[in-house]
């Protein structure tokens, strides 16, 4: 689906991307910009910066008397929230959403010890406002609330940790979470126990209990790994 206001760039990557990260376009693939640009019926100028865009991803590198060629899956930009995005629309998605949950489990237990050293008064009344908007929209089959709750609430612990280098991965967590939910990889209710968790959560951040805030939200992500087994195994 193309994303609006993106322009004709826009058009060729959401066609683009999507082949390269799902392999239609193996590593060392050539691509031909005369002949995509003809192909999807647009100028060289705009299929250009359609090929910029994915080369900034390391999707491609363009070399002179050669042509636009496919890297290997290892030099992509893994990180960049629009190749989670489509991967995770591809038919690698049990392995992708496996591969960040993991990395969940092992930078937001840390993150949410280090939000209750630092988060400010705004950041605590912030989190109880998100874990209580997950808990009004829990039930009812009302993902898409959840689902915005759910982002904003790992948002604020990872940039309430205080590192930089956490806050920076809130646009990741963000598209796990999103991609679960519109690929229904979640139940159709979200489970009672990880809305609990995640109001008490707050609660430990909001008492300046690091090991608590720590351990409750390492059982958080082990719990999204145990769904996957069975949503996405």
């Known amino acids: 689906m193309t994303t609006p206001g993106r322009g004709l760039h826009g058009q060729v990557l959401d066609a683009l991307g999507p082949a390269i990260t799902a392999g239609d376009y193996p590593p060392g693939s050539v691509l031909r910009t005369d002949e995509l640009a003809q ?8 299929m250009r910066e359609a090929v910029r865009v994915l080369e900034s991803m ?22 960049d929230p629009q190749v989670i995005r489509w991967r ?36 605590c009344a912030e989190l109880t406002e998100c874990a209580l908007g997950m808990v009004a929209n829990s039930r009812g089959h009302r993902l898409e609330g959840y ?6 609430f790992h948002r604020v612990i990872l940039t309430a940790s205080g590192n930089e280098m956490f806050a920076r991965l809130g646009d990741v967590v963000a598209e796990v979470l999103t991609g679960r939910t519109h690929h229904q990889v979640m139940f159709e209710d979200p489970a009672p126990a ?25 059982e958080i992500t082990l719990g999204a790994l145990k769904e996957l087994d069975i949503l996405a195994p």
Do not use: C, M
């Open 88 to 123: 995770l629309a591809g038919a690698d998605r049990p392995h992708q959403l496996r591969s960040l949950t993991v990395l969940r489990s092992a930078i937001e237990p840390v993150a949410a010890g280090l939000a209750a050293q630092h988060a400010t008064a705004e950041q």
């Open 39 to 46: 192909r999807f019926d647009v100028s060289r100028s705009v």
């Open 147 to 152: 689902l915005d709750h759910d982002v904003a």
């Open 194 to 218: 990880a809305v609990t968790l995640h109001v008490q959560v707050a609660e430990a951040v909001r008492e300046r209990d690091p090991a608590r805030a720590e351990s409750l939200t390492r």
């Open 58 to 79: 390391h999707l491609v590198e363009s070399r002179r008397r050669v042509g636009v060629t496919v890297r290997p899956k290892a030099e992509w930009n893994v990180y």
